[in-house]
């Protein structure tokens, strides 16, 4: 077991309820999007995040960001507790912690210049000579594949890629430890996209980076990650090592996610699939018991009456599933990654 001051990340039992407006005499109702979860990220690691959308995943990222207040549970970050700390004494912190958002024509100013979007941040945290502002802004830039040329230019003057790379320099400058990255190639085109993950990559082993890498996408999120937790309706349903999480899922949530991927070349073969009924519940209104169990195959009696906690089957493989241990789903992502990892060559490492 790891002793928890080396992780640079740890959260433990987070829960984010939204209040929904109704009468007022009426019971106070909520949307659960995250609702206890709990692990560790280690320096230099990478963790996806993986889940459909409404898992969950993105409060997740915004709370640790400390962008939105955590109903509960605890934030540590360099083994401080941030969860309720002011946003005066954070400041010293924030300066550690990075982000890239989906979409870098919203998260980047139209009206700012790529010089005056990368100062920005040095300014407010305290670096006021010009000479050392401008050496760090061109060392950035070069780091992300750009270049002086691109100083005084707007957001609109740019491709999709290149906006990301500078939303990426910004999110870099003040050399943090944790980078969240929320989507960060959803919105790019495939050959974009890869050099764009490569770039990510890059950077990482460059500068030791830990990034938590919130995506849907299987492939990308798999090329990314050293761990990965796949959400639920609020919820981790399994974490495990990406390798293991690939070729020996346990929860069928994961299985029926995970062999939900589209084929690089559709109908080349004919793959078994675990196929879901159904639409998820709502989050206002969640099934007692294993929140999957109205979609899943295997449940059973005891399946809708108890949730199951998310237990360690195996060495660092943790899964909540009553029954993770007497069924085998993982047949049905072996055979269908092994001939994703085969035919979407662009994204080797
Ligand atoms: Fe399915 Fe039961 Fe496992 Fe939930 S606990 S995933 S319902 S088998």
Same mark, same amino acid.
């Given at each position: 077991?790891?002793?928890?001051?080396?992780?640079?990340?740890?959260?433990?039992?987070?829960?984010?309820?939204?209040?929904?407006?109704?009468?007022?005499?009426?019971?106070?109702?909520?949307?659960?999007?995250?609702?206890?979860?709990?692990?560790?990220?280690?320096?230099?690691?990478?963790?996806?995040?993986?889940?459909?959308?409404?898992?969950?995943?993105?409060?997740?990222?915004?709370?640790?960001?400390?962008?939105?207040?955590?109903?509960?549970?605890?934030?540590?970050?360099?083994?401080?507790?941030?969860?309720?700390?002011?946003?005066?004494?954070?400041?010293?912190?924030?300066?550690?912690?990075?982000?890239?958002?989906?979409?870098?024509?919203?998260?980047?100013?139209?009206?700012?210049?790529?010089?005056?979007?990368?100062?920005?941040?040095?300014?407010?945290?305290?670096?006021?000579?010009?000479?050392?502002?401008?050496?760090?802004?061109?060392?950035i830039l070069k780091k992300v594949g750009l270049g002086e040329?691109?100083?005084?230019?707007?957001?609109?003057?740019?491709?999709?890629?290149?906006?990301?790379?500078?939303?990426?320099?910004?999110?870099? +400058?003040?050399?943090?430890?944790?980078?969240?990255?929320?989507?960060?190639?959803?919105?790019?085109?495939?050959?974009?996209?890869?050099?764009?993950?490569?770039?990510?990559?890059?950077?990482?082993?460059?500068?030791?980076?830990?990034?938590?890498?919130?995506?849907?996408?299987?492939?990308?999120?798999?090329?990314?990650? $050293?761990?990965?937790?796949?959400?639920?309706?609020?919820?981790?349903?399994?974490?495990? $090592?990406?390798?293991?999480?690939?070729?020996?899922?346990?929860?069928?949530?994961?299985?029926?996610?995970?062999?939900?991927?589209?084929?690089?070349?559709?109908?080349?073969?004919?793959?078994?699939?675990?196929?879901?009924?159904?639409?998820?519940?709502?989050?206002?209104?969640?099934?007692?018991?294993?929140?999957?169990?109205?979609?899943?195959?295997?449940?059973?009696?005891?399946?809708?009456?108890?949730?199951?906690?998310?237990?360690?089957?195996?060495?660092?493989?943790?899964?909540?599933?009553?029954?993770?241990?007497?069924?085998?789903?993982?047949?049905?992502?072996?055979?269908?990654?092994?001939? +994703?990892?085969?035919?979407?060559?662009?994204?080797?490492?």
């Amino acid at each position: 077991m790891q002793k928890t001051e080396n992780f640079l990340l740890r959260v433990q039992e987070l829960k984010k309820y939204f209040p929904v407006k109704r009468g007022f005499f009426k019971k106070p109702l909520y949307i659960k999007a995250v609702d206890g979860v709990s692990f560790n990220v280690s320096k230099g690691e990478t963790l996806g995040i993986v889940g459909e959308s409404g898992s969950g995943k993105t409060t997740l990222g915004l709370m640790i960001l400390k962008l939105i207040k955590p109903t509960a549970g605890k934030i540590f970050f360099k083994n401080i507790d941030i969860t309720d700390m002011s946003e005066r004494k954070f400041r010293k912190l924030r300066r550690h912690m990075g982000v890239v958002f989906q979409d870098p024509s919203a998260s980047l100013n139209p009206r700012m210049t790529v010089k005056e979007a990368l100062k920005r941040p040095l300014i407010i945290h305290g670096i006021k000579e010009e000479k050392e502002i401008n050496r760090r802004i061109i060392d950035i830039l070069k780091k992300v594949g750009l270049g002086e040329e691109h100083l005084d230019r707007y957001p609109h003057e740019f491709s999709g890629g290149q906006q990301q790379r500078i939303a990426i320099a910004r999110a870099i +400058i003040l050399n943090p430890e944790l980078i969240v990255l929320d989507e960060p190639t959803s919105s790019l085109d495939v050959s974009v996209q890869a050099q764009i993950l490569n770039l990510l990559l890059k950077l990482q082993r460059e500068l030791n980076l830990t990034y938590l890498f919130i995506s849907h996408d299987l492939t990308v999120v798999r090329h990314m990650s $050293d761990r990965i937790a796949v959400m639920y309706l609020g919820k981790i349903v399994e974490i495990a $090592d990406t390798d293991e999480l690939f070729g020996n899922a346990m929860h069928p949530y994961t299985a029926a996610l995970l062999s939900a991927a589209p084929l690089p070349t559709p109908g080349a073969r004919k793959i078994k699939r675990l196929m879901v009924t159904g639409e998820p519940p709502s989050p206002i209104n969640l099934p007692e018991g294993c929140r999957f169990h109205p979609r899943c195959m295997y449940s059973t009696e005891k399946c809708k009456l108890q949730e199951p906690p998310l237990l360690e089957v195996k060495r660092s493989h943790f899964v909540a599933c009553h029954r993770a241990e007497e069924i085998d789903v993982s047949n049905y992502v072996r055979e269908l990654w092994t001939t +994703i990892t085969e035919e979407a060559s662009y994204l080797r490492k």
